[in-house]
């Protein structure tokens, strides 16, 4: 299992520290650091079948000051894909790739019933 976060992020932070009490082996990917690529998003963009818009994140600095909000809906998915790899700040973290589903933030309960 992939596990992408920033490290800063007060909820990778809880992620992670879940993560470790429930002994769930992962391999830890700094965002920033290692962006996700474009065939990566696009790969777990698919496999999550979420609409693109929930890989933002949306309550970042760079995504308010990119004025995303107001420009997603006229970008293409390819458009949008690019920019999210372009700058691992833009993704909604943590986000983790299993072998059938991608998470995207962290919520417990979902988080449970995929990892137990």
Same mark, same amino acid.
């Given at each position: 299992m992939l596990f992408l976060e920033y490290p800063p992020c007060s909820t990778c932070k %809880?992620?992670?520290?879940? #993560? $470790?009490? +429930?002994?769930?082996? *992962? &391999?830890?990917r700094?965002? @920033?650091e290692e962006n996700p690529t474009y065939e990566e998003l696009k790969q777990w963009h698919q496999? =999550? /079948?979420l609409p693109l818009k %929930?890989?933002? +994140? &949306? =309550?970042?600095?760079? *995504? %308010? =000051?990119m004025n995303? @909000?107001? %420009? #997603?809906?006229?970008?293409t998915e390819e458009e949008q894909l690019r920019l999210l790899a =372009? $700058? /691992?700040m833009l993704? @909604?973290?943590?986000?983790?790739v299993l072998e059938d589903q991608v998470l995207l933030g962290f919520r417990e309960a979902q988080w449970l019933e995929a990892l137990k």
């Open positions: %809880k992620a992670r520290s879940w #993560l $470790d009490a +429930n002994g769930v082996a *992962y &391999t830890a700094h965002i @920033k496999q =999550s /079948g %929930k890989f933002f +994140n &949306t =309550s970042g600095l760079l *995504y %308010k =000051s995303l @909000k107001e %420009k #997603l809906p006229a970008m =372009s $700058d /691992g993704v @909604k973290r943590p986000l983790v």
